[in-house]
């Protein structure tokens, strides 16, 4: 079995969003009112928000794949302070989203087309056992399939190695 961790977007990124009100792109970040208990996934604890929590909208930098695949993807950040999600786990909001893209990337920031799928939320960990045991794989961004937004990266376990 592969051992691989779900990577939250970095906390200087969600302070600084809630600090300055604006997303990576300079767009001012919209203030929405979660109105269910999906469909707001917080990209750094990686839990969907409550109903009725707030949450902020705006355009986040993927750090990578860089080059001709590259794009910023709108996420939702909890207005509020939360915790990193930082456990070698699939994170909640891949595991319970309704329809997830798991695009897997080699090391030269190439899509490994032979490894993309969409999926129900529950199936996204075989999907990322299968691409993680590929070797040509770096690393995974995990996405909605149907908006297309970011809702993880996902790289190897510390120490893991495809064989």
Same mark, same amino acid.
């Given at each position: ?6 990577? &939250? ?12 009100? /604006?997303?990576? $792109? ?19 604890? #990686?839990?969907? /928000?409550?109903?009725?929590? %707030? %949450?902020?909208? =705006? ?5 990578? *794949? !860089? ?6 993807? *709108?996420?939702?950040?909890?207005? $509020? ?5 930082? /456990?070698?786990?699939v994170?909640?909001?891949?595991? $319970? ?5 798991? +695009? ?5 920031? !190439?899509?490994?087309?032979? #490894?993309?799928?969409?999926? @129900? =939320?529950?199936?996204?960990?075989a ?5 993680? &045991?590929? @070797? +040509?794989? &770096? ?6 399939? $149907? *908006?297309g937004?970011?809702?993880s ?5 510390? =120490?893991?190695i /495809?064989?």
């Amino acid at each position: 079995m592969t051992a691989f961790r779900c990577i &939250a977007i970095p906390t200087e990124t969600a302070e600084r969003f809630r600090r300055t009100d /604006a997303d990576d $792109r300079g767009n001012p970040l919209r203030h929405v009112t979660a109105a269910a208990a999906v469909g707001f996934p917080c990209r750094h604890c #990686l839990e969907f /928000a409550a109903p009725g929590e %707030m %949450m902020l909208l =705006g355009s986040y930098d993927l750090p990578g *794949p !860089q080059g001709i695949y590259w794009t910023p993807s *709108p996420i939702f950040v909890h207005a $509020r302070r939360c915790d990193r999600f930082t /456990a070698d786990t699939v994170a909640p909001i891949v595991a $319970r989203g309704s329809l997830v893209s798991v +695009r897997a990337y080699d090391a030269a920031d !190439q899509c490994l087309y032979d #490894l993309g799928e969409v999926s @129900p =939320g529950p199936d996204a960990p075989a999907l990322l056992e299968r691409a993680f &045991a590929d @070797p +040509r794989t &770096a690393f995974v961004n995990v996405h909605t399939a $149907r *908006p297309g937004c970011l809702l993880s990266r996902v790289e190897r376990a510390a =120490g893991h190695i /495809a064989t």
